[in-house]
């Protein structure tokens, strides 16, 4: 089914896919480990993307709506929605689906794809947009767990920041955080974000109580920061 459906733009990859099938030793972990690459893309090569915005090694695209299988497998991950706080909810396909279709109209939605093999990593959003004040909340999620700490969402919310301050004239993006979620904590911190309030024990997770933080970026500060960069010698 894979190859029949990718058979149009993929002829060469299935010829790879022939070529290490034909050398399968017999061990399934080491396979499919080797191959990887050509297995993801002859998978999810019809789920196309469009870079739309672009920083390091990822570039931000529009949602494709065909991902929602993808969304709802993440959104019943407790793994995922933990840190969330979004566990108690139950996601169905066709929920989702209706979902993406929805928020399209009143919200910058992303998939954080990584380039060298076009793989969605995590979704990022600007909501709760704001054109007279010009303010807005900017949302990350993250779907593999397998990508953590290697700078994606470093390079994930600057792009977006980018694109919110210089082109949608945004001054001030802000967004919440629980403190248990230390690894968001740490990569708001990098992108220049700073904690301005603190909603107390707002919190119930694992028969603990957890305060909320308030954290937000202006664009001056911004602008201030990026350009330091610029002028740094290396």
């Given at each position: 089914?894979?190859?029949?459906?990718?058979?149009?733009?993929?002829?060469?990859?299935?010829?790879?896919?022939?070529?290490i099938w034909f050398n399968y030793d017999g061990n399934?972990?080491?396979?499919?480990?080797?191959?990887?690459?050509?297995?993801?893309?002859?998978?999810?090569?019809?789920?196309?993307?469009?870079?739309?915005?672009?920083?390091?090694?990822?570039?931000?695209?529009?949602?494709?709506?065909?991902?929602?299988?993808?969304?709802?497998?993440?959104?019943?991950?407790?793994?995922?929605?933990?840190?969330?706080?979004?566990?108690?909810?139950?996601?169905?396909?066709?929920?989702?689906?209706?979902?993406?279709?929805?928020?399209?109209?009143?919200?910058?939605?992303?998939?954080?794809?990584?380039?060298?093999?076009?793989?969605?990593?995590?979704?990022?959003?600007?909501?709760?947009?704001?054109?007279?004040?010009?303010?807005?909340?900017?949302?990350?999620?993250?779907?593999?767990?397998?990508?953590?700490?290697?700078?994606?969402?470093?390079?994930?919310?600057?792009?977006?920041?980018?694109?919110?301050?210089?082109?949608?004239?945004?001054?001030?993006?802000?967004?919440?955080?629980?403190?248990?979620?230390?690894?968001?904590?740490?990569?708001?911190?990098?992108?220049?974000?700073?904690?301005?309030?603190?909603?107390?024990?707002?919190?119930?997770?694992?028969?603990?109580?957890?305060?909320?933080?308030?954290?937000?970026?202006?664009?001056?500060?911004?602008?201030?920061?990026?350009?330091?960069?610029?002028?740094?010698?290396?």
């Open positions: 089914m894979l190859i029949q459906r990718n058979m149009n733009k993929a002829s060469l990859w299935i010829l790879q896919l022939r070529t399934n972990e080491t396979w499919l480990a080797k191959n990887e690459k050509i297995i993801y893309y002859l998978s999810y090569h019809n789920m196309r993307y469009f870079p739309k915005i672009s920083r390091g090694s990822i570039y931000l695209s529009p949602v494709n709506p065909e991902d929602y299988e993808i969304f709802t497998k993440r959104w019943n991950d407790s793994n995922i929605t933990d840190m969330l706080w979004a566990s108690q909810d139950i996601i169905t396909l066709n929920y989702m689906r209706g979902n993406i279709d929805k928020n399209k109209n009143w919200e910058y939605e992303f998939g954080i794809i990584k380039k060298d093999w076009d793989k969605l990593l995590w979704n990022i959003t600007l909501n709760r947009i704001d054109h007279i004040n010009q303010t807005a909340n900017l949302w990350i999620v993250i779907w593999d767990i397998n990508e953590h700490n290697k700078w994606y969402g470093t390079d994930a919310i600057n792009a977006l920041l980018s694109y919110a301050f210089n082109t949608l004239n945004m001054y001030s993006i802000y967004l919440s955080v629980r403190e248990y979620n230390t690894k968001a904590i740490a990569c708001y911190t990098k992108c220049w974000f700073k904690k301005i309030g603190t909603r107390h024990h707002c919190t119930y997770y694992n028969w603990e109580r957890y305060n909320k933080f308030l954290m937000e970026i202006l664009k001056p500060d911004w602008q201030k920061k990026n350009k330091e960069i610029l002028n740094t010698k290396w």
